[in-house]
């Protein structure tokens, strides 16, 4: 257990459905980033905030994704109007930011992910 | 961010070291190596990472050359329990990482 929870752990929904995944980082970690991740395949970056700012965003994150990180404590993914091809793990991962861990960045301490299935 | 090239695979027996060397030759200045392990249905977790010369901790060394154009994940005697994919990232300092799609190890009995 890496200390980041992300829930649902699986997610069934039928095309067109809206879905929204939450996840609680380590609660020191002012960053926090989502990655999505099909089989076979290395995570894809999606998006990543440090403490409420969305810094980042993927090209991969079309207008019907949005995240969130309200207060700068957990965060939401929610993806409208699923379609088949969002099926996919869904990680979320904690960190330090750079000058908070040294001078190194801060490892990612990742989730054990949503799964996504789109009928 | 400085892309990454790994063996899609490899074969070990246990109780054999592994290393697995990753290439990445846009390394920039201030980038740091980063090496996780992944199982099948959960998340990527941190091994090791480094700057340049040699690091160990108890569970893997890396070693990286003066260029920094490559680095080495070397994990000491396998067992079954360390098949897994294993991914190198090049990190920058304000955190930005890209994962590529990793090598996959297999240790034999």
């Known amino acids: 257990d890496t200390g980041v929870s992300q829930n649902p752990r699986h997610k069934i929904t039928k095309r067109g459905q809206n879905v929204t995944f939450r996840c609680d980082p380590i609660s020191e970690h002012n960053r926090l980033y989502w990655y999505r991740q099909t089989l076979g395949q290395g995570p894809e970056f999606l998006t990543y905030f440090q403490n409420e700012a969305q810094l980042e965003k993927s090209r991969l994150l079309s207008d019907r994704f949005s995240a969130e990180r309200p207060k700068g404590s957990f965060s939401t993914l929610e993806i409208q109007r699923t379609e088949q091809g969002d099926s996919a793990m869904y990680l979320c991962?904690?960190?330090?930011?750079?000058?908070?861990?040294?001078?190194?960045?801060?490892?990612?301490?990742f989730g054990e992910g949503s799964r996504l299935t789109v009928l | 961010l400085a892309k990454t090239t790994q063996p899609i695979s490899m074969d070990s027996y246990e109780g054999q070291e592994v290393n697995i060397t990753c290439s990445h030759n846009n390394i920039a200045t201030n980038d740091y190596i980063t090496w996780y392990q992944q199982f099948p249905s959960q998340g990527p977790r941190f091994i090791i990472q480094?700057?340049?010369t040699k690091v160990t901790n108890e569970v893997a060394s890396l070693f990286i050359p003066a260029d920094r154009k490559s680095s080495t994940l070397s994990l000491p005697r396998v067992s079954l329990s360390d098949t897994a994919v294993y991914y190198c990232l090049v990190v920058t300092n304000a955190g930005k990482s890209t994962f590529g799609d990793g090598t996959t190890l297999t240790v034999k009995p």
């Open positions: 480094g700057y340049k």
């Open positions: 991962a904690s960190s330090l930011a750079a000058g908070l861990a040294g001078l190194k960045g801060g490892e990612l301490f």
